[in-house]
């Protein structure tokens, strides 16, 4: 999906005042939400407690249960009135909520005491406080997009994710001291404090400056609703970045639900400020793992972006289950939470990012609702089942609880993995170094693709550039939507490293100096199967400019259509493999197909073949004058 520019928005994101102000909002709020949160677990004493992970579960249940019930109709009204003016009524209504939340546990504490029920009494108000941020949540996430590029969409959910848990992390180490020298009514005050600061930043959005359009009139509500349901199930990606969400919040709501009895368990005490740090650790791997999407999440693949962060939080959660088994001690739990939380981070980031590419304003508020809907409902469900039930000793199965979200994880890697392979046709080990290669294309290079990539995702396709770099048979593959061949120099091919490289993408190798007719056959017959072959008319790197009559044979006998591309930036006058380690800012255009149709028939006239390699030079070249007039637009899928 190419990137939107516009003229109106800034190159970078801290000179975009809107983001700016979205993100501020985001990030003192969440300094605020886990202050009540630890003021709660202080209400019902979880830490002293043999069922504490049951207390910290009632707390995720009662403030996520009203996404489930709210989020399709909170996403239908951002999707007809402002978005902006939702955001700051919630803000404002938590804000008079909170303030009051010690009168009310303590009236509703009064009451369900006697009834051996208690601890429903951090439910009730929770739950006001989760239906205002179930519309809060869809008006933000749609909103984003329509104040930043589409090219610096990870990016800027990355910074709001960073910032977000670094709130999260000052609030749940702060929270926890507040509530253990100074008692919960600071923190609540402190809370709506921060609600109130969150709606004076978002009303300084001036979206004027934004990429916004008149929302569409929406015909009453459920009919609707029920499109955004359609849309989400319609639209097979989208349904899959929403599973893989739902996935990642049933597993969060087990493990924030088990963190105070852990730290209970392996600190050897009933210490709110050791809980709040050990949150406040979850929190720093979750930022730091935001940050690190903030460098590589751009150039990141989303398929490998998936499995790298699904893998990780098996790992993890299996290292944390382990250390917790075995009492090894805080710093190695507190090491695993660190990396589970950079794990979450980079899933949510490439989920979010993702659907806010893929699905049009006019509907995003709505389907951002669905997602909120699930992700939610699989929170709840995680935590309802451990908090509904009065479980005795509910602590001693942490063990069993962790290692099935393990198994989740696990399958859902293998699950991706067969999704992502078969929808690409490829061999798996094929398709994991090609993404690999975008990625290192991406990022270390600092490829860019000026305008369009022309090149078919099937079909037989000659691929004919210029080469003037060791990397360029690398930033055509990476740029291109599939595995391409290429004609190699056999001394290049004989590499120990690089012939299982070559041989796995099925190169061909010739030899410059005595090219043989096996590998015009080999080349022939691979196009006539389908196949794509990346070749360079000119011959070698630096060559003397003049084609080869080469490409004009296959291309006449295969025929093939012939894509032609110019690349330029690379760092010159290096060896082939120096290349690969150097830094470099390599530029590609794609043209149209080289018309050839005036040379059908004529495969066996003398001198037709430079003739053909003559004109998809000039067509190359062309590109090169065209191509270094612009500027570069990327226009690499995320």
Known sequence: MSAQQSPSLPNLLIRNSNF????????????????????????????????????????????FLPFVLLAPVAG???????????????????????????????????YLEPRNLGDYSI?????????????????????????VRDDQLVRANAMISALGTIGTIIS????????????????????AITFVLSAAFVSMIAMSRSRATPLPPLDGVWKPVADGFRYVFSHRRVFQLILLGTLFWAAAGVVISVVPAIVRRLAHSADYSAAGLYRGVLGIGLATGAAVMTILGPTLPTQLAVLAALSSAALWIALLDFSYVMQLGMIPAGICLFFIGGAGAALLVTIMASIQLIVPDSRRGRVFGVSDMATMGAMVAASGALGLP??????DYIPYLLAGCVIAFCVAVWLAWRVFTRAVGMRPVTWFWFQAARFVARFWWRVECVGHCTVPTSGPILIASNHASGIDPLVIQATAPRVISFLVERAYYDVPVATWFMRLVRCVPVDRQRPSRAALRESITMLREGGCLGIFPSGGIDGDGAPKPGIGMISLHS?????????????PKLSPFGSLFARHHARIRYGPPVDLSDFAGRARERGVAQQVADRIQQHIDRLAIAGDERSATRSLSI
């Open 172 to 191: 749940a180490v702060v929270g926890g001291y507040l509530v253990t020298h100074a008692g919960p009514n600071w923190n609540y005050r402190i809370n």
């Open 559 to 571: 025929g093939a259509r012939v894509i032609p591309c110019r690349i330029s930036g690379a760092t």
């Open 20 to 63: 700016v102000m979205l993100w501020a909002a985001y990030g003192v709020a969440a300094i605020g939400d886990h202050l009540s949160e630890m003021a709660l677990l202080r209400e019902r004493d979880a830490l002293n407690r043999p069922d504490g992970t049951r207390v910290q579960a009632l707390i995720s249940f009662g403030f």
């Open 123 to 147: 439910v009730i108000p929770l739950a006001i406080v989760g239906a205002l941020a179930s519309f809060f949540s869809p008006a933000r996430q749609a909103l984003l997009p329509t104040l």
């Open 390 to 395: 009065h479980v005795p000793n509910l602590d």
């Open 76 to 110: 239908w009204l951002s999707d007809r009135i402002s978005r902006r003016s939702i955001m700051i009524a919630a803000d404002l209504l938590r804000a008079a909520i909170v303030i009051n939340l010690a009168w009310l546990v303590s009236t509703l504490q009064a």
